[in-house]
């Protein structure tokens, strides 16, 4: 079994920072590709970052330049860093992996989410 367990939300201020943290737990072999997408209310999921086996990253245009997705392999943990927020921000930022386990299966699996609210 699997576990994708997110961290690293709250409430930040305009031109603040934020990291966020995804750890992929139990019988993980390897991520072969990370997401993470955000959910505002009453808007659709939109996919802000990703990152594969290779480290070929992909940001959604309202995040580059400001959004830095990054990886510990060692650690089974995926990072959204995230700097100059703005209020457009605010999300339900949520992790996303299509994993390898150890049983040599591969599938998706999906985190619960960590409330990103970036307000003065």
């Known amino acids: 079994q699997v576990q994708l367990v997110e961290s690293g939300g709250g409430l930040v201020q305009p031109g603040g920072s934020l990291t966020l943290s995804c750890l992929a737990s139990?019988?993980?072999?390897?991520?072969?590709?990370a997401n993470w997408y955000r959910q505002a209310p009453g808007k659709e999921r939109e996919l802000v970052a990703t990152?594969?086996?290779?480290?070929?990253?992909t940001y959604a245009d309202s995040v580059k330049g400001r959004f830095t997705i990054s990886r510990d392999s060692h650690k089974n943990t995926v990072y959204l860093h995230m700097n100059n927020l703005k209020p457009e921000d605010t999300a339900v930022y949520l992790c996303?992996?299509?994993?390898?386990?150890?049983?040599?299966?591969?599938?998706?699996?999906w985190g619960q989410g960590t409330q990103v609210t970036v307000s003065s």
């Open positions: 139990g019988s993980v072999f390897s991520i072969n590709v």
């Open positions: 990152i594969n086996v290779r480290s070929v990253i």
């Open positions: 996303n992996a299509r994993i390898l386990t150890t049983e040599w299966k591969t599938s998706d699996y």
